[in-house]
């Protein structure tokens, strides 16, 4: 069974930088074909993506954010991390992460979307 | 474009169809995910690769998708139901896309 847990600050003073933990447990970030991603979710609003690390350490960020985003992981404890640097009131919300299987088909690899969701954390920027 | 639209609601009576739709220029070159977010809870994945079901997800859901439009359907809709739906999909740079949600009322 799959399981991913968020963890961090459940509050942040504005200007200051973020970092989240993201821990799997049933799966392996190195054993591939595998992604983990950041999701987040302001209060009584929508999803928005932020950020997803692949099995072999290529990465994404939303392109609205990227310049504020980095996204690390440390295979030998199954963690991924995501910094949000400079963080303004506007970045409260529950933090998510998620598991992203891929599988191998004709010479690609194709995602299977997040299947498997952490509980999230919620995060306030507030001074 | 970038950006997939969705219905802010939807209502339905118990036992009825449920239609939610997704449109969006990058629809027409990617696969669609659908996910349910009851309150207070994380999402969940309902529909994946447009019209496949995950383990688990009760057949009444299903996908499908026509051109740069995906829908999802929810067949004889149960009060369980009732939660927000948002699709999901990616840009050509793989660049992961989510729709705005749907809240579905069931009444």
């Known amino acids: 069974q799959i399981t991913l847990k968020e963890s961090g600050p459940t509050l942040v003073k504005p200007t200051q930088t973020l970092t989240l933990t993201c821990t799997l447990s049933g799966v392996s970030l190195s054993s591939g074909p595998v992604g983990v991603g950041w999701v987040r979710q302001a209060p009584g609003k929508a999803l928005e993506w932020l950020a997803v690390?692949?099995?072999?350490?290529?990465?994404r960020y939303n392109p609205d954010l990227k310049s504020r985003l980095a996204v690390m992981r440390d295979s030998s404890k199954n963690q991924v991390f995501l910094t949000v640097t400079n963080v303004d009131p506007m970045d409260t919300g529950t933090y998510f992460c998620a598991h992203e299987p891929f599988y191998y088909h004709e010479s690609g690899y194709y995602s299977i979307a997040f299947d498997v969701w952490g509980q999230g954390t919620l995060v306030t920027v507030s001074s | 474009s970038s950006e997939l639209a969705q219905p802010p609601s939807v209502s339905v009576s118990p036992g009825q169809k449920a239609t939610i739709s997704c449109s969006g220029d990058?629809?027409?070159?990617?696969?669609t995910a659908w996910y349910q977010q009851r309150a207070g809870q994380s999402p969940l994945l309902v529909i994946y690769?447009?019209?496949k079901r995950p383990s688990g997800i009760p057949e009444r859901f299903s996908g499908s998708k026509s051109g740069n439009i995906a829908t999802l359907t929810i067949s004889e809709t149960q009060a369980m139901d009732e939660a927000d739906y948002y699709c999901q999909a990616w840009d050509r740079d793989t660049h992961v896309l989510f729709g705005g949600g749907t809240k579905l009322s069931v009444l």
């Open positions: 690769q447009t019209n």
């Open positions: 990058a629809l027409g070159n990617t696969e």
């Open positions: 690390i692949y099995w072999d350490d290529d990465y």
